[in-house]
């Protein structure tokens, strides 16, 4: 060919000028016009350019598709860029995705090259436009890329961007010049195309060879023996099994051929199943370990388990084996747990405090969804676990799997227990013997020849007559009988038959086909011929029930309810049922039903009677042990009774010396301080100042990087969850033969044998009591002001010491972590303070409650064993009452559950409902080895059994049932035909689909339209992307949820019921985000049910709205394509199917789907929206979007309803659905009746009651008067009001009254009588009122002289009064002579001068200021200083008016020459006792020696000796002391009560220690001196010493000082100690007065003061003028440097700190 001609098949535009130039222009003109249309959007915003290429008006895939105009293509690219560098992906991302999806589908990239090779050939565009389109194609390419990976490589060819660069050459041969950085650019992005493309073929590759080497794995392993027995396997996870990294021994099922041998089905089955529930914790768990050792951010949910952090055991119940766990989570308040699917009873639970180094397993026991939304506490069974005790202190984490546990548990165990010799029907089982047989009982009847059975209850009108049916032989079935003559259609009449004549018999049964109703009749026709089949089994010694199986409780009480219409001798074992009917016929109603019928052997008896009093003492033993931790303070006795034995826990005398001190009164009561206040409370404060023991766990939320996002809580359905939790609680009764004879009175301390009030020195239980009692008292008795308030004050300090002590109490487990050794070693308790008080009292505790606890375990062992025994005897009895039954119903958990009963019932026969859902390994424990005859109703082309671990199901065949591996082995199958359930319209979406072919009965033709919509199935395609949970690993589609919900009210709107309309949904993301947006925008659907597919198997609705989530770019639609959800979600409705998805999706990745397209496309039912039909209007309107039922607001149209209303006025609302009768419309036009005679106008609103003419009328009156009234006011009843002149009866006078009114006491004239004293009376005239004027007073001024003035002053009173007294004043001269004002009628000789004067005191000639009339007293003189001389010749220090005694006297003397050691010492002048000084001179001058480290206790012990020691100290020596002391101490204020004295030599002399800071004295008696045999004091006389308080003790002298009652005497410079004092003074918050010009104290006043004493001089002066010797804080001393320097030479002991106490110096008294 020559060069420049071209092809006759070439694609140039310049090919054929002939008849097909027209046409060609034709399409280049429609182009033109398209370009038109888009140069108009290229300057428009980029949010409008997007929602304009996305929209119908401008079909972009199509312009696309067709494009060959350079112009277009680079205009299109611009847009494109505009939109990518634009906002716009971002504010509309399900547009932009839908660009993109246009894009992919469309050929834009493969014709790009040859349109621009014609450009250029052509020369149609300018070297700048041209490298502006090679640089806009390099941007998008780039951004598409990003976005969209997979898409981009899928829409942009492989050698794109080469052939693109290839182009260059051209381009320069027409003269365009295109700089090479283009290129460069252009070559970079093929590389980055090339590596995009190698990923995800090298993904899919490594996938592939992932599976081709797992399935060679699992290749080899099928043809391997098992390593070991699996009989010998725990059913309870290992360590080694969450541990495990390597592929676990576990073999596929076989499902195409039969098993070799029992071992090897039961071996498969097993680990199978085991695996099943392994799998999901185990990977949890290492992808938990992995995430913490990579630092990695943790989630609360990992795959599908869920993590929660902060649990602590917290109680356990001894009955039930039960521990209470808390969950520290504050999101728990947040959670609806009614609807949740977290913690669901029997959920596989792990725990650990080491990152599952090491863990425990339990199961949840009891969920209370009100308990763990307040306290996040829930109740778990701990597994294989023996001891625990270690643990319960620990925070732990806790791991969630999702797998109900009890049902594997169950299963796995009755499967090792399967053996060659008991397997039901084995050969049958193994697959070796699937061919048609009859079952034993009939072969045996039909070598009897007896195979006739009554058929009579299939008798109707249409059918044969009853007699005919009596007796049919049931082998020759189909000879003597048609289905017609039974009233069934053929494949029903064949499936009756199987179920009554085969071994093993299938009824496959596809949607709606009536799978139910012939198990049903043959569960009748088997039942009415039970006699027949059973009486005449010669080899049958036992009759049973027969055995009804189900997958779900639901199915199973629907099965139960259509039973019980031929028989009530029905019992339902497992949980409760949602139906009452079904509920009367449970287990536990059945026990109670025949409780006494039953004969209970004497072991039996006996065995039960055990077990209640080992019950009885359980929970005892157990309220014991829980009083002791948490509610009572126990007796030193009871202490002794249990720690006798325990040499770690007595020492040698520690708890011996404080038992000595007991009489039985409980001495550690006063010990521990419980009653007082204070003592508690600085016990609780120093608690709490220690540091806070954490466990050693290192895995607490505070340290772990949670996710900041935590997902979405997922809702579900309500009645789904209940469902799901109804499932798995057994409410069997068998607690009732354990704890109906369990009183919760034994919980109190009243009611227990092994423990009582003598027990315990203070309890909750008793101070409770106690403040009843006191409340009662006041409530019931009359006592005093003060008594009342006496006991308002005890019930508040008894509230407030309870709090303080249960806090304690509480606080004792960290206490017992502490070291007591140190404690320990002191022998005396009166020793230590009370913080070390209580930290021994928490080590006694911690040791009793050991030693109880392992009593209590004992006890648990033994009621196990006997629980066991009355357990196995019950279910003796049960099946006792079972065997009486017709039919035991049971769910496949339930056969698991109560497999001993099942093998005791020993059924021969079993039907299975649901069977093509049930696990094999479910379905063999069903079975019984008596098993004659097994019915499987089910279909396996719906919904299989569901595993927990997807890859089991996908590559081991753990998903096939036993009824579908028996079609697979060529079992014979009945198959039902023809389906009741669905218009003709929906199942011919599954035919011939998923179904070859299905009959339509003619009940399902006679269907009625569903209102309001055009079409009653139809699909709404769309392209709006789905949303991925990817923590969920879910999917969503908010714009399908929109839709989905919207329509749901539209057809509400329709007069549809809620329960006649359900939504179901394919993925559980979806479902809860319909869950969340119902209850925010949609609370009119609450009764709507939404749930998804899965769960709605064997369920129907007139309406179903399908909403199916997936749409995205890459065209993935997951489980869509599998054929059994696709079945059951399109086979649900009855009336009305409604879907929305994505097609164009579905159609491309699945057959099926595509099928159903062509269905669909077939009449008109699938689009991009909705077609309602307005049933008023019949207006069309369609809904692509939510937003768009707007438009259907009120269920109808957009058209005004314009229908006349009962009043007569036109409805004016938007066009509506309901109430079309307008009964409830409210017409709210302006009301246009008359309201009366008159054509008055109603003002109010139409739909309001007119009511009476409230117009004001002019009308006449009876009267003759004329008056303004209401219009519908009677003239003749209205009151008149003019005012008119009328004689007055009574009085006869003319006043004016109302025309209306009577002339009766209404004169107002005034009254012209005159009373006796000259008035005249102040009343109106009243005739009929007092006429004789007897009770009028008169009230004006009395106008007489006063009788009683010798002066003739007049009176000033009221006229009616009597005069009295003279009070006018006048002046008067006293006899003192000062002159005052005094009332005329006072006695001058009786009245006192007030006239202040000074006078001179005689007693002590002070001067003091009185009142004329008033000699004083001494007692009354105001001067501060007395001028006595007392009889020891001191001045007197006190004020003039307070007596003066020596025995006050405080001067200063010195002991000097009477003190043993020589020193010099001071005392107080009123303390001279010359008999003890001559007592002390005696004492000096003999040799007895002393006593060497002599300790002095608080006022409890004695010093043994001869010499009694008084001590007096200053509360200032307290902070110096301090700090030599070394033994604990409390804070200031409180005393530590002990003293230490040595000697240096036998001459006694004292070296103080000062630990404690207020006073200690000790009084002398003669009768002391007396000691008796043991050397203990005999003393009877009263004590009289002084407390520590200063308070004189009031008890015997030898008898132990109890605690002062007195009030406290502690006070500083801001306030005073209000309590009593012996309770610890609360300190004071106010500032320190500690202060100097040197030092100050910044801290509280009740604290330790942070400053020392100031060692500067004093600046004060003395008297004399000299400075002071002192130092700078202390009082200062009266002597003088100067003027008494002889005198200071001596030792003086003086005090650091002024305080309220003004003690100075240490005096020392001996007593002989």
């Known amino acids: 060919m020559k060069r420049g001609t071209l092809s006759k098949d070439s694609s140039s535009p310049y090919r054929g000028r002939g008849r097909g130039m027209r046409s060609a222009r034709n399409h280049y003109q429609g182009r033109r016009f398209e370009l038109e249309g888009l140069k108009t959007l290229k300057d428009e915003d980029p949010s409008i350019i997007l929602q304009s290429l996305t929209s119908k008006k401008i079909n972009l895939e199509k312009i696309l598709q067709e494009v060959a105009d350079i112009d277009c293509v680079s205009l299109i690219l611009k847009m494109f860029v505009r939109i990518s560098e634009s906002k716009a992906p971002d504010l509309l991302p399900n547009l932009f995705f839908h660009l993109l999806m246009i894009v992919k589908r469309s050929s834009f990239f493969k014709s790009f090259t040859g349109t621009l090779t014609q450009a250029a050939v052509a020369k149609k565009l300018e070297n700048s436009s041209l490298l502006e389109l090679h640089q806009d194609l390099v941007n998008f390419s780039i951004f598409f890329l990003n976005k969209a990976p997979?898409?981009?490589?899928?829409?942009?060819?492989?050698?794109?961007?080469?052939?693109?660069?290839?182009?260059?050459?051209?381009?320069?041969?027409?003269?365009?010049?295109?700089?090479?950085?283009?290129?460069?650019?252009?070559?970079?992005?093929?590389?980055?195309?090339?590596?995009?493309?190698?990923?995800?073929?090298g993904l899919n590759e490594v996938e592939g060879k992932n599976k081709l080497r797992r399935l060679a794995k699992i290749g080899e392993l099928s043809s391997m023996q098992p390593p070991d027995d699996f009989r010998e396997y725990s059913v309870i996870p290992t360590t080694e099994d969450l541990m495990a990294t390597d592929l676990q021994f576990i073999r596929p099922a076989i499902v195409d051929a039969p098993y070799k041998s029992v071992d090897d089905y039961l071996d498969i089955q097993f680990r199978l199943l085991r695996e099943d529930f392994i799998f999901p914790l185990r990977a949890g768990i290492q992808k938990y370990i992995d995430l913490k050792s990579k630092k990695k951010v943790l989630r609360t949910k990992i795959d599908d388990m869920r993590l929660y952090f902060g649990v602590e055991f917290i109680a356990y119940n001894v009955l039930q084996g039960t521990h209470t766990i808390c969950i520290a989570n504050d999101r728990f308040k947040k959670i609806a747990w009614e609807n949740s699917k977290r913690l669901l009873h029997g959920s596989l639970l792990c725990l650990s405090k080491d990152d599952f180094k090491t863990f425990l397993l339990a199961t949840v026991a009891k969920r209370d969804p009100e308990l763990l939304t307040k306290e996040g506490a829930i109740d778990i069974r701990l597994e294989n676990v023996t001891n625990f005790k270690s643990h319960m202190t620990a925070s732990f984490i806790l791991a969630e799997s999702s797998v109900y546990f009890e049902v594997y548990r169950n299963v796995l165990r009755v499967l090792q227990q399967i053996r060659d010799d008991n397997l039901p029907m084995k050969e049958l089982v193994l697959g070796k013997e699937v061919e048609e047989e009859l079952p034993l009982y009939l072969r045996t009847l039909k070598e009897m020849s007896y195979t006739y059975y009554d058929l009579s209850m299939f008798s109707t009108q249409d059918s044969m007559s009853a007699a005919l049916l009596k007796d049919v032989d049931v082998l020759k079935l189909d000879q003597v009988l048609i289905p017609e003559n039974l009233g069934l259609d053929l494949s029903q009449f064949q499936a009756l038959k199987a179920a009554l004549t085969q071994k093993l018999a299938i009824i496959h049964g596809p949607p709606g086909t009536g799978k139910t109703f012939i198990g049903l009749k043959a569960l009748e026709v088997l039942l009415v011929n039970k006699e027949v089949w059973e009486s005449k089994n010669i080899f049958l010694n036992t009759t049973g029930p027969i055995l009804i199986v189900c997958y779900t409780n639901h199915a199973l009480d629907q099965f139960v309810e259509g039973a019980l219409k031929f028989t009530g001798r029905i019992v339902r074992i497992g949980g409760r049922s949602k139906s009452e009917e079904v509920n009367r016929c449970s287990l536990f109603e059945l026990r109670k039903k025949h409780r006494g019928d039953v004969f209970r052997s004497n072991n039996h008896s006996a065995k039960r009677y055990e077990l209640r009093d080992i019950t009885r003492r359980l929970i005892e033993k157990d309220a014991v042990i829980h009083l002791i931790q948490r509610k009572v303070v126990i007796h030193e006795h009871f202490l002794w009774r249990n720690l006798a034995n325990d040499n770690s826990s007595l020492d040698e005398d520690f708890l011996p010396n404080l038992?000595?001190?007991?009489?039985?009164?409980?001495?550690?009561?006063?010990?521990?301080?419980?009653?007082?206040?204070?003592?508690l409370f600085s016990v609780l404060n120093a608690i709490a100042t220690k540091p806070v023991f954490l466990p050693a766990s290192d895995f607490k939320p505070s340290k772990l990087k949670l996710s900041q996002r935590d997902e979405e809580e997922e809702e579900y359905d309500k009645e789904e969850v209940e469902e799901l939790e109804r499932s798995r609680v057994f409410e069997d009764g068998k607690q009732a033969y354990?704890?109906?004879?369990?009183?919760?009175?034994?919980?109190?301390?009243?009611?227990?044998?092994?423990?009582?009030?003598?027990?315990?020195?203070?309890?909750?239980?008793?101070?409770?009591?106690?403040?009843?009692?006191?409340?009662?008292?006041?409530?019931?008795?009359?006592?005093?002001?003060?008594?009342?308030?006496?006991?308002?004050?005890?019930?508040?300090?008894?509230?407030?010491?309870?709090?303080?002590?249960l806090k304690l109490l509480a606080l004792l487990p960290s206490l017992q972590k502490e070291n007591t050794e140190l404690v320990m070693n002191f022998k005396n308790p009166w020793l230590l303070n009370m913080y070390q008080r209580w930290l021994v009292y928490a080590r006694w505790q911690q040791k009793v409650v050991r030693r109880l606890t392992d009593e209590r375990e004992a006890m648990e062992e033994e009621y196990r064993t006997l629980k066991d025994e009355v357990d196995d005897f019950a279910t003796e009895e049960d099946a006792s009452y079972c065997k009486q039954m017709d039919i035991v119903a049971a769910t496949t958990s339930g056969c698991a559950k109560y497999d001993k009963l099942i093998r005791h019932l020993s059924p021969k026969i079993v039907m299975m409902e649901e069977a093509a859902e049930i696990l094999?390994?479910?379905?063999?424990?069903?079975?019984?080895?008596?098993?004659?005859q097994l019915i499987l109703i089910g279909d396996h082309q719906q919904l299989r059994p569901t595993t927990a671990v997807y890859h089991l199901a996908k590559d081991y065949n753990l998903d096939v049932s036993f009824f579908e591996r028996m079609i697979r082995l060529g079992a014979p199958k009945s198959s039902l035909t023809v389906q009741h359930r669905m218009r003709p319209d929906i199942a011919r979406l599954i035919v011939p689909s998923i179904y070859p072919s299905l009959e339509n009965h003619p009940s399902v033709l006679d269907y009625p339209d569903i209102k309001g919509m055009k079409q009653n199935v139809f699909f709404l395609t769309h392209s709006v992307p789905e949303t991925e949970e990817t923590e969920a690993q879910s999917h969503l589609n908010p714009h399908e949820a929109e839709i989905a919900l919207g329509l749901s009210r539209y057809l509400i709107q329709q007069r549809y019921l809620p329960t006649q309309i359900t939504i179901l949904t394919t993925y559980s993301?979806?479902?809860?985000?319909?869950?969340?947006?119902?209850?925010?925008?949609?609370e009119s659907l609450a009764k709507v049910r939404i749930t998804v597919?899965?769960?709605?198997?064997?369920?129907?609705?007139?309406?179903?709205?399908?909403?199916?989530v997936r749409s995205n770019v890459d065209s993935k639609i997951g489980f869509l394509a599998i054929e059994n959800r696709i079945c059951v979600a399109l086979s649900r409705a009855k009336h009305g199917l409604y879907i929305i998805g994505n097609m164009d999706s579905l159609d491309t990745k699945s057959k099926i789907w595509q099928s159903i397209r062509t269905s669909l496309n077939d009449k008109n039912q699938i689009g991009n929206g909705f077609e309602l039909i307005c049933q008023v209007h019949g207006t069309i309107t369609t809904i692509e979007k939510g937003d768009d039922f707007i438009k259907v607001i009120e269920g109808g149209c957009m058209e005004k309803c314009n229908t006349p209303l009962p009043c007569g006025h036109i409805c004016t609302g938007v066009c509506h659905v309901s109430d079309r009768e307008h009964v409830k419309k409210q017409c709210t036009m302006k009301c246009e009746r008359f309201l009366c005679s008159h054509n008055h106008m109603c003002d109010k609103i139409c739909f309001e009651e007119c009511g009476k003419c409230f117009v004001k009328v002019e009308k006449s009156l009876p009267c003759g008067h004329g008056a303004t009234m209401k219009c519908h006011v009677d003239p003749n009843l209205y009151s008149c009001k003019q005012i008119v002149d009328k004689v007055i009866p009574d009085c006869g006078h003319v006043g004016k009254v109302r025309c209306s009114a009577k002339p009766e006491?209404?004169?107002?004239?005034?009254?012209?009588?005159?009373?006796?004293?000259?008035?005249?009376?102040?009343?109106?005239?009243?005739?009929?009122?007092?006429?004789?004027?007897?009770?009028?007073?008169?009230?004006?001024?009395?106008?007489?002289?006063?009788?009683?003035?010798?002066?003739n002053h007049p009176c000033r009173r009221v006229c009616s009064e009597e005069c009295g007294s003279c009070t006018e004043t006048i002046l008067f001269e006293l006899s003192c002579g000062h002159k005052t004002k005094i009332p005329c009628g006072k006695n001058i000789?009786?009245?006192?001068?007030?006239?202040?004067?000074?006078?001179?005191?005689?007693?002590?000639?002070?001067?003091?200021?009185?009142?004329?009339?008033?000699?004083?007293?001494?007692?009354?003189?105001?001067?501060?200083?007395?001028?006595?001389?007392?009889?020891?010749?001191h001045n007197c220090k006190k004020d003039c008016k307070s007596p003066c005694s020596a025995s006050d006297c405080n001067e200063l003397i010195s002991l000097s020459d009477i003190l043993p050691c020589g020193h010099n010492a001071y005392t107080y002048c009123k303390n001279r006792n010359e008999t003890l000084y001559a007592s002390l001179r005696a004492f000096s001058s003999s040799s007895t020696p002393l006593q060497r480290n002599m300790e002095a206790h608080c006022i409890s012990n004695r010093i043994k000796d001869k010499v009694r020691l008084a001590l007096y100290l200053s509360f200032e020596l307290l902070s110096s002391a301090l700090k030599t002391c070394s033994v604990p101490h409390f804070q200031r204020g409180i005393a530590s009560y002990h003293v230490h004295l040595g000697t240096a030599s036998e001459s006694f002399c004292p070296i103080i220690l000062i630990s404690f800071t207020v006073p200690y004295i000790l009084v002398k008696h003669a009768a002391c001196r007396v000691l008796g045999p043991g050397g203990e004091l005999q003393c009877n006389e009263k004590c009289g010493r002084q407390l520590v308080c200063g308070h004189i003790c009031e008890e015997s002298c030898s008898a132990t000082c109890p605690p002062c009652k007195g009030s406290c005497l502690v006070r500083c410079p801001h306030s005073r100690c209000k309590n009593k004092c012996s309770h610890i003074c609360a300190p004071c918050l106010e500032p320190c007065a500690w202060n100097c010009i040197h030092k100050k104290c910044n801290l509280k006043c009740g604290d330790m003061c942070e400053r020392g004493p100031c060692d500067e001089p004093c600046q004060e002066s003395l008297s004399c003028n000299h400075r002071c010797i002192g130092l700078c804080g202390e009082i200062c001393p009266k002597q003088c440097r100067i003027c008494n320097k002889a005198e200071i030479e001596e030792f003086v002991l003086l005090g650091t700190k002024l305080m309220p106490m003004q003690g100075l110096s240490l005096y020392l008294t001996v007593v002989m």
């Open 738 to 805: 354990v704890t109906h004879s369990v009183d919760p009175q034994y919980l109190k301390i009243d009611n227990m044998e092994e423990f009582s009030y003598s027990d315990v020195v203070w309890s909750q239980e008793g101070n409770r009591n106690d403040i009843e009692y006191w409340k009662d008292y006041g409530n019931q008795n009359e006592i005093s002001f003060r008594q009342k308030e006496s006991l308002t004050r005890n019930i508040q300090s008894a509230e407030k010491t309870e709090e303080l002590i």
């Open 920 to 932: 094999e390994a479910h379905t063999l424990v069903s079975m019984t080895s008596a098993c004659e």
């Open 1069 to 1082: 993301g979806q479902l809860h985000f319909l869950m969340q947006l119902r209850k925010r925008s949609f």
């Open 150 to 201: 997979s898409s981009a490589c899928e829409s942009v060819p492989e050698c794109f961007f080469e052939t693109v660069i290839q182009l260059k050459m051209i381009l320069q041969i027409n003269g365009y010049n295109i700089p090479s950085t283009i290129y460069d650019d252009i070559r970079q992005l093929n590389v980055r195309f090339k590596d995009a493309r190698s990923r995800l073929i």
């Open 1389 to 1433: 000789d009786a009245y006192k001068c007030p006239v202040k004067v000074k006078k001179t005191i005689e007693e002590c000639k002070h001067t003091l200021e009185v009142s004329c009339h008033i000699t004083p007293g001494k007692d009354e003189c105001k001067a501060k200083k007395c001028t006595t001389i007392l009889e020891c010749g």
């Open 1093 to 1108: 597919v899965d769960n709605f198997q064997g369920e129907e609705n007139d309406i179903i709205v399908l909403s199916l």
């Open 659 to 679: 038992l000595s001190r007991s009489k039985g009164s409980g001495i550690i009561s006063s010990w521990l301080g419980l009653h007082s206040f204070n003592l």
């Open 1305 to 1351: 006491g209404c004169c107002e004239r005034p009254c012209d009588f005159r009373l006796d004293c000259g008035h005249s009376c102040p009343k109106t005239c009243h005739p009929s009122e007092d006429p004789e004027h007897v009770k009028v007073v008169c009230m004006k001024p009395c106008e007489r002289k006063n009788d009683h003035c010798k002066r």
